[in-house]
């Protein structure tokens, strides 16, 4: 579920805007996200993600289109994120002189902000109600939602932990994004013969890996093989590495925390060095 908003210029003269200007207007964090949907911050694209740095949750995110500025904010998501939303439609309609914009293709006065906080905050709490419904229909284990930082994996703890309550939620996103910790992301590579998946690994890189090893993306299907590729430019299955690793520092659903030493990453590449 998500809320989309375009503020249209209404004059005959419209103003050239940029996402600069945007930005600026905002006072907001941005970036924008890599193939694997972690933030890269500072950096502008075609769809920016602004967000509050002492409460990180999903992002909103500003594009451009002709002169008209699109805003989108995915739900469910925080109390204080959905108020960001509409603080930023409130600011950028008042620097356009124009007190009326879109939402969800209907024109709305920004008079009438207040019930639609409401509304969304509704509707965020919907949103995770239809999660915990699905996880508990075990349909799947987990669900993965876009943070600000990098995806997330709901599961069962997840849900106790937030318990129906956005404040909850709001609590986990931050907490979890807060951690200064690498998430790793797997890079794929075509082979004379399969595409392959491969997950790059530090020494002593508080790294949040998979338990499962997954990409976003339409060509994981036709992964053959998943890898992880070490120190010294060695390499080993996924399965090796992920079977042969402490998994009790527990980060979500789907994801742990490592932090490998010099001497366990020799004893791997040991007894599991592969070539690819």
Not at 21 to 48: F, M, N, Q
Not at 122 to 140: P, Q, T
Not at 181 to 200: E, F, W
Request: net charge negative; glycine share 4%; charged share 30%.
């Amino acid at each position: 579920m998500a809320v989309d908003v375009k503020i249209k210029q209404k004059t005959l003269f419209k103003k050239k805007v940029t996402i600069e200007e945007i930005i600026k207007l905002t006072g907001l964090s941005y970036g924008v996200c890599d193939e694997a949907y972690r933030l890269i911050p500072k950096e502008i694209g075609h769809r920016t993600i602004l967000y509050d740095e002492n409460n990180l949750a999903r992002g909103i995110e500003v594009s451009l289109e002709n002169n008209d500025i699109i805003l989108r904010l995915s739900l469910p998501t925080t109390s204080n994120e959905i108020r960001c939303f509409y603080d930023v439609i409130e600011k950028i309609c008042k620097n356009l002189n124009t007190n009326t914009y879109i939402r969800n293709e209907e024109q709305v006065q920004i008079a009438n902000n207040d019930n639609f906080i409401k509304d969304d905050e509704e509707g965020s709490m919907y949103g995770l109600k239809d999660i915990k419904d699905i996880l508990a229909s075990k349909e799947y284990s987990y669900m993965q939602i876009f943070g600000v930082y990098h995806p997330i994996s709901i599961g069962m703890k997840e849900i106790k932990e937030i318990d129906n309550n956005l404040e909850n939620f709001e609590n986990l996103l931050n907490k979890l994004q807060q951690l200064d910790l690498y998430y790793a992301a797997p890079k794929l590579y075509q082979t004379p013969d399969k595409l392959i998946a491969v997950y790059a690994i530090g020494t002593e890189i508080s790294s949040i890996v998979p338990l499962k090893p997954e990409i976003i993306s339409n060509k994981s299907k036709d992964i053959k093989d998943w890898f992880v590729f070490l120190p010294g430019n060695k390499t080993i299955k996924y399965e090796d590495f992920i079977n042969n690793v402490d998994q009790d520092n527990y980060y979500d659903a789907n994801h742990i925390i490592v932090c490998l030493k010099e001497e366990k990453i020799k004893d791997l590449i040991t007894k599991y060095e592969t070539k690819i």
